[in-house]
């Protein structure tokens, strides 16, 4: 096509160089075309002139003479000779006296004046008077041939055209030649072009010539290499974007992998309130058919493509219109579906550039199981998990709003204590489960005897309590009757065997006996013995005669019981394993004091007989320093044993300067601050949050570690846990003993196990009797275990080898219990 274009235009040049050149000829031929005609005609009128005196001459005498004969041959003569067309002579009578090639009979043509005309016509015809000396004789007609003047004319036409021809053959020769060696240069531009059009870029072309076909091909390199520069950067910016396309596609299928693989419900929308995305999770929160195709559509309708139905629509639209109208995050807003389920959603708009609002993010959540779980925690705050009575928890606060009510509105009510009076000898001889299903049944009974406003609540074991409002003694009395009677009846059958239970009940009246609660609640308490020391089965008012004695006594001799076990050496510290959930390897011990008998030291008193009474007394202090100092000696000499836990009461960190103590003793013993590891129950932690939180945190600073004991058992467990910044938790055995049968205690396991987890807490779980429970706590995340099943508590543990068993028989001052 191109070179079409160069062909034509070289051939255009020629052609326009050589119509002006043929034009040019064409008038230089017709010009000497009339510049040859008019000398011919000049030429013809001469000869005619020098003829005229000839002919005369030869013709007038023999015309005088009229000789014919002459004549004739003489005219014939003058045509033959003179390019003479024809001779007609006529006497000066007019009678034709001779002719030569012209018919005598034809008319002469007339005579023309002029001389020869500047025409086609090829005969001049004349006259010429025939005269000899003055007298005229004749005249003769004649017509001269002007053939030789056309002739002699074409000729040099014919000549003339040759020589143009001639002329414009070469010019065209010589212009195409001209045309061709001016075109190269642009012939090869062409086809440099046409490579660079192929992406061949080769070396630039050479300028030869200074004209302006060289500054084109100057034009044309620095055109062409900018051209291959610019295609350069273009590859090169393009191989970046690759690269970045292609990191932009993995972010994006990581992004995509990690929204797909989210339990939350996720939809954008764009500006226009158009879905962009949804998350799979998103389609199966709102149970959204597989396939349907959300992106697109108006946002707001998601729910008319989803199956459930709002429970409070209403609801649902307004809280819409409010958050859209935000900028801002929304609160968590709670969707109620009327299949029970619960989705929590919360929106907040996306910004783009310039802080500019390109969309909005909406997430969703079924929180449904979370609900349940939380109230189930809750409940189980409150409740009682074997009996579903409230717990002590509940009863102390039922209490202390009945206290405060009756002072206001000088109102009476009475306290009702009782337990079973066999229990210990059921549950000892058959078994824990034996025992449980007993408390179910008497809380069922006595459930069924008291009234609405009447609050019954399991303290803990088998101690169970009712509060009755506005209660006079003969209520509270005939209801102590109906409780003592109800329980009596129950009929047990456990392993073959019927047995019968029985229960004392005590009671203390509002405001008689007490206004503050712990005075009521230890008069109740002092009733209820005193109903055991009258025979059992049977109630009791309380009566401050007999309280006295008794519990007084009592308390005196475990008081000198603790202070002579503390002067003559007689407390002993046993050992028991906590061991990895998983791996199941020692991970380190805890210390369990006990303290022996003074007239037989082989009998050993479990510290329930004797620790709250030492907490009362104070004595506890001392105890907890006895051990700790035990402790500190066996972690001396077995320095392979990890770590040892201790029991530290509640009094006993209330005494400033125990944790500078403790530091002081692991110091001096070289023992590693961390190996020792302080117990604290929960109950007493929370009871003061700020001793225990001040406690705590000097242990941690001097390296001990500190573990919550009992955890659960306390109110708000959880709530707590912010507070007291302990690196362990030991779950309460009373969640743990019975777990694989007890779904609520599952629940609350899992729950405690999971939040420690997320606080970065390690977990305990004590109690650990079987196989199957171990497995469970394992499963449910839980790190450590401790229980029967792995060991019990002992003086000589396999972990403190033989070294040990010298250290705590050194120490302990006699042999080891079995
Ligand atoms: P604790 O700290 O919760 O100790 C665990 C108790 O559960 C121990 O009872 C242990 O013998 C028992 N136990 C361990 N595994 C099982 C099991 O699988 N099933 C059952 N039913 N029980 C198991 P122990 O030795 O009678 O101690 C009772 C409580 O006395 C301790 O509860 C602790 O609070 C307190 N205590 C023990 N030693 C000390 C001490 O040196 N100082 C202080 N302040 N309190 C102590
Ligand atoms: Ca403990
Ligand atoms: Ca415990």
């Not at 002007?146 to 021809?165: G, W």
């Not at 879905?275 to 389609?283: D, E, L, M, R, S």
């Not at 320095?639 to 040892?644: E, H, K, V």
Request: proline share 3%.
């Amino acid at each position: 096509m191109n070179d079409l274009r160069i062909r034509s235009l070289r051939w255009r040049l020629v052609l326009a160089s050589v119509l002006v050149e043929v034009v040019l000829l064409g008038i230089l031929v017709l010009n000497s075309h009339r510049l040859i005609h008019g000398a011919l005609i000049e030429q013809a009128q001469a000869r005619l002139e020098e003829m005229g005196p000839l002919l005369n001459a030869s013709l007038a005498a023999p015309l005088a003479e009229r000789d014919l004969a002459t004549l004739v041959d003489l005219l014939r003569e003058s045509r033959r000779e003179r390019g003479i067309h024809y001779l007609v002579l006529r006497d000066h009578a007019g009678q034709v006296v001779a002719a030569a090639g012209w018919d005598p009979a034809r008319p002469l043509p007339a005579a023309e004046s002029h001389g020869p005309r500047d025409d086609d016509d090829a005969r001049y015809d004349t006259t010429l008077p025939i005269e000899l000396a003055g007298q005229r004789y004749g005249t003769l007609h004649f017509g001269l041939s002007l053939a030789f003047l056309r002739e002699a004319e074409s000729d040099l036409l014919r000549q003339s055209l040759l020589i143009a021809a001639a002329e414009v053959t070469l010019s065209v020769v010589l212009l195409t030649v001209i045309g061709l060696w001016l075109t190269r240069h642009l012939a090869r531009l062409t086809e440099a072009a046409r490579r660079i059009g192929r992406g061949e870029f080769g070396h630039p072309l050479p300028v030869t010539t200074g004209d302006e076909v060289g500054a084109l091909t100057g034009a044309f390199n620095a055109m062409s290499a900018e051209i291959r520069d610019h295609l350069r950067d273009l590859a090169a910016s393009e191989e970046r974007y690759r690269r970045l396309a292609g990191a932009e596609q993995r972010e994006r299928a990581r992004m995509g992998a990690l929204l797909s693989a989210m339990n939350i419900g996720i939809l954008f929308e764009d500006e226009a309130g158009d879905t962009v995305y949804v998350n799979p999770a998103f389609a199966r929160i709102w149970r959204i058919p597989e396939g349907t195709a959300l992106e697109g559509t108006p946002a707001r309708d998601f729910i008319r493509h989803s199956p459930n139905v709002l429970a409070r629509p209403d609801h649902f639209s307004r809280h819409l219109l409010q958050v859209t109208a935000a900028s801002e995050m929304s609160e968590s807003f709670e969707i109620v579906l009327a299949d029970g389920r619960l989705v929590s959603q919360i929106t907040f708009p996306v910004r783009g550039d310039g802080d500019r609002i390109i969309g909005r993010l909406w997430i969703y959540e079924d929180v449904t199981r979370e609900r349940q779980t939380a109230e189930q925690l809750i409940y189980l705050a409150e409740r009682d998990s074997l009996t579903g009575l409230y717990n002590r928890h509940r009863f102390q606060e039922e209490l202390n709003r009945m206290l405060a009510a009756g002072e206001r509105r000088g109102r009476r009510g009475a306290l009702l204590f009782f337990d079973l009076d066999e229990f210990k000898y059921v549950n000892d001889t058959y078994g824990h489960r034996a025992g449980d299903s007993m408390l179910i049944r008497v809380a069922g009974e006595a459930g069924t005897l008291v009234r609405r406003n009447e609050v019954l609540a399991r303290l803990g074991g088998d101690e169970f309590a009712v509060l009755v409002e506005d209660a006079d003694e003969a209520e509270a009395t005939g209801l102590a009757d109906r409780i003592v009677r109800a329980v009596s009846k129950i009929p047990f059958r456990i392993e073959g065997q019927n047995l019968r239970l029985t229960t004392s009940v005590g009671i203390a009246l509002y405001p008689d006996h007490g206004t503050a609660a712990e005075e009521l609640v230890s008069h109740a308490d002092a009733a209820m013995y005193q109903a055991k020391d009258a025979g059992k089965n049977a109630w009791r008012v309380y009566r401050p005669d007999l309280d006295e004695s008794r519990v007084q006594v009592s308390r005196m001799n475990w008081r000198d019981r603790i202070r002579r076990a503390l002067e003559q050496d007689l407390l002993r510290v046993h050992f028991q394993g906590v061991y990895h959930a998983r791996g199941r390897g020692l991970s380190h011990l805890e210390a369990l004091v006990r303290m022996a008998d003074e007239h037989d030291p082989t009998r050993l008193v479990l510290p329930g007989h004797f620790i709250s009474i030492a907490e009362q007394s104070g004595q506890i202090i001392d105890i907890d320093r006895w051990v700790i100092a035990r402790c500190v000696e066996v972690l001396a000499a077995h320095p392979d044993l990890r770590a040892i836990a201790v029991n530290v009461s509640a009094r006993s960190f209330d005494a400033p300067g125990l944790a500078g103590e403790i530091a002081d003793l692991l110091s001096r013993g070289g023992v590693e601050h961390h190996r020792l590891v302080v117990e604290l129950t929960e109950t007493a932690a929370v009871s003061d949050l700020s001793d225990a939180q001040r406690f705590i945190e000097s242990l941690q600073r001097s390296g001990c570690e500190v573990c919550l004991d009992d955890f659960g058992t306390g109110f708000a467990s959880f709530a707590y846990l912010k507070h007291l910044h302990v690196d362990a938790l030991k779950i309460d055995g009373m969640f743990i003993r019975d777990l694989p049968s007890d779904r609520d205690n599952q629940v609350l396991v899992r729950a405690i196990s999971e939040v420690a987890r997320g606080l970065r807490k390690t977990t305990i779980a004590e109690y650990v009797e079987d196989e199957e429970t171990l497995r469970m706590v394992a499963d449910m995340g839980v790190d450590l275990v401790q229980g029967y099943h792995l060991d019990v508590p002992r003086a000589d543990h396999p972990a403190l080898g033989g070294r040990a068993r010298a250290t705590a028989r050194a120490g302990a001052g006699g042999p080891p219990a079995p």
